[in-house]
């Protein structure tokens, strides 16, 4: 990505790897929440273990997605109001 110094420049400046991370805690503790909230705290379910748990990961990973990009969103706002 040496080529690249402007999308370095921009990562870098949006901070985007404090975002993924701040994203992959929210999607993790939603995925946790929902399975405890649907799963535990109801007493048990009829599906089995791996197709449960097999849904929670595709939660997790899609709440990381978009907690990541509405974070990195939020940043690039701050960013521009802080340019004027």
Known sequence: MSERPGVRNLMRTLDVVTQAKRGLAVGVLVAFGTYWLFVVAS??????TPYLAGLALVLAFTTTLLATALFTIGAAYRVSRSLD
């Open 43 to 48: 007493g048990g379910s009829p599906y089995p």
